[in-house]
């Protein structure tokens, strides 16, 4: 008689199963998750035929089995998945889009702190030697511009206010930057004429000598706005010109006296030559009192009110 594992059935079974487990990991996958099971070995199995799949539909295996309901539980982590990575996606779209929009506007505004604008007066035509600069402002032949602060000489002039009483010192450029040594005074060496500095057509331009005590002790520059102060002989002072326009200041030194060797002994005091830039009346009301009263300056500071402080006091008050 033959034993039990000399069964010819048992001996093809275990054939099988030898053949099977040479077979590569994904065959054997395969060949147990694709291809149905028969009805009879389902039955040997006690599975009832209203459970099979239908012919030639993927049976799920031992990792993925079917739930009691029929639905197979392996397209369920799949659609999990996919979920993640879809909302994943989402996220680092959203992420990469908010990351280059920070990055954009802190580029724009670090380039607009590197190149900063500085304003600056330009010539916006060609200027003539001599022309004042006063009247460049007024015909618009001088304008303000932004520019590149790296582009702005060092002594370019920001301030329309400093070329009050000052004249071109040569021609000047369309384009041209407006310094300090474009515009100057007559007393500094200016290029054009005294006339050239005034400003209105109705002005003149008178000058007097005053000493160092009454004139601020020489500290008044062309541009510069002082009230004309007169002392009579009954020791009243009043103010004369208020809020007059100081148009050039040149020194003067008084004739020296001569010793017996023809040296020089004594040294005059020195005085002041102001020029102001008045009307034709104002500047004969000036003259006048040059010759019969004593005059003081009375230095102003910027943006006073015009013609603040006329008023007259009389001596010992």
């Keep these: 008689m033959l034993g039990a594992d000399?069964?010819?059935r048992s001996t093809l079974r275990s054939r099988r199963l030898?053949?099977?487990?040479?077979?590569?990991?994904?065959?054997?996958?395969?060949q147990r998750t694709c291809f149905p099971a028969s009805l009879a070995s389902l039955a040997r199995r006690g599975i009832p035929a209203s459970r099979t799949l239908a012919q030639g539909q993927p049976r799920a295996g031992r990792r993925f089995r079917s739930g009691t309901d029929g639905a197979d539980r392996r397209s369920e982590p799949v659609g999990n998945r996919r979920?993640?990575?879809?909302v994943a996606a989402v996220l680092l779209a959203a992420v990469a889009g908010i990351?280059?929009?920070?990055?954009?506007?802190?580029?724009?505004r670090r380039a607009e702190e590197k190149v900063q604008l500085v304003d600056a007066l330009v010539a916006a035509r060609d200027i003539p030697k001599g022309t004042s600069g006063a009247s460049a402002l007024a015909e618009g032949s001088i304008v303000a511009s932004k520019v590149l602060r790296g582009s702005v000489p060092f002594s370019a002039v920001t301030d329309?206010?400093?070329?009050?009483?000052?004249?071109?010192?040569?021609?000047?450029?369309?384009?041209?930057?407006i310094t300090d040594s474009t515009f100057?005074?007559?007393?500094?060496?200016?290029?054009?004429?005294?006339a050239a500095a005034i400003a209105g057509k109705d002005k003149v331009a008178v000058t007097i000598s005053v000493d160092t005590a009454r004139s601020v002790a020489n500290q008044i520059a062309p541009g510069d706005r002082v009230d004309v102060a007169v002392v009579g002989a009954d020791g009243t002072a009043s103010v004369l010109?208020?809020?007059?326009?100081?148009?050039?200041?040149?020194?003067?030194?008084?004739?020296?006296a001569a010793g017996g060797n023809g040296q020089p002994s004594v040294a005059a005091a020195s005085s002041g030559l102001i020029t102001f830039?008045?009307?034709?009346?104002?500047?004969?009301?000036?003259?006048?009192?040059?010759?019969s009263s004593l005059i003081y300056l009375i230095l102003k500071p910027l943006g006073a009110i015009p013609g603040s402080g006329s008023s007259s006091v009389p001596a010992g008050r």
């Design 160 to 177: 329309p206010q400093q070329l009050a009483g000052k004249v071109a010192s040569s021609t000047i450029q369309a384009r041209q930057f």
């Design 184 to 194: 100057l005074s007559p007393s500094e060496g200016g290029g054009g004429t005294l």
């Design 277 to 291: 830039e008045l009307t034709q009346v104002d500047a004969l009301r000036l003259i006048g009192a040059n010759r």
């Design 18 to 30: 030898r053949r099977r487990a040479a077979w590569p990991r994904s065959l054997r996958f395969a």
């Design 99 to 108: 990351s280059v929009y920070l990055y954009v506007s802190g580029a724009d």
């Design 6 to 8: 000399s069964h010819p």
């Design 241 to 256: 010109l208020p809020d007059a326009k100081v148009l050039a200041v040149g020194q003067e030194t008084a004739a020296t």
């Design 83 to 86: 979920t993640v990575i879809a």
